[in-house]
């Protein structure tokens, strides 16, 4: 912006984070390519106003993703709020198998969503630390640009930062498509201009 002559205050950009993220996310979703059927689940810490939240996050096995949920809890119900959401976007499949840690929450989670016909009777479940690994390494990319803010002081700006910068993640991970820096700055315009 000092570039171009603009004087614009942090927290100017920090609102347009908040006002516009909701509405990048929903409109680059209807632009993302399939992902596979072996999903890797996962949860993890954020800290909002000095309280612990939980961020679910699903990679598939080439480590796309495939949704994010932002939760006040870590428990069987936000699991499954987590997994009806990334069942509902159009851009999944329907798992063959989802790898998990050992948290019970979320294997009592994907037993309900198998029993009440959301998830399908052939999806396997497995409990194996060490494929999570492909989750955990995307995490780290993650966090790595929350890292620089100064914190999250509601959970509704905490949601709005995460679902930009989620939706900036896949966009670099090519799942809109094969872009360039440039290609991606063209895309993003051209989707927040369409009505």
């Known amino acids: 912006m000092s570039e171009r002559g603009l004087s614009v205050v942090h927290t100017t950009i920090m609102r347009w984070v908040i006002q516009y993220s909701p509405i990048h996310e929903q409109r680059v979703r209807k632009h993302l390519l399939k992902t596979n059927d072996s999903w890797r689940l996962d949860e993890t810490y954020l800290k909002i106003k000095g309280a612990n939240h939980s961020l679910y996050r699903a990679v598939d096995s080439k480590g796309k993703t495939i949704d994010f949920w932002l939760s006040t809890h870590r428990d069987k ?8 959401k990334a069942l509902r976007s159009d851009h999944n499949q329907m798992p063959r198998v989802i790898t ?11 037993a309900e969503e198998i029993y ?10 497995r409990m194996v630390k060490y494929l999570n690994n492909i989750v955990e390494q995307d995490h780290r990319q993650i966090k790595q ?4 803010k100064l914190g999250f002081k509601t959970f509704r700006s905490a949601f709005a930062t995460i679902s930009g910068i989620e939706i900036m993640h896949m966009l670099h991970k090519q799942q809109a498509g094969q872009m360039s820096p440039r290609e991606e700055a063209a895309f993003i315009n051209h989707v927040m201009m369409a009505c």
């Open 77 to 84: 119900d936000s699991a499954r709020e987590f997994l009806q």
């Open 100 to 110: 998990t840690d050992r948290y019970a929450a979320t294997e009592v989670a994907i």
């Open 116 to 125: 009440w016909g959301d998830l399908s009777v052939m999806t396997q479940h």
């Open 145 to 148: 640009v929350m890292k620089p």
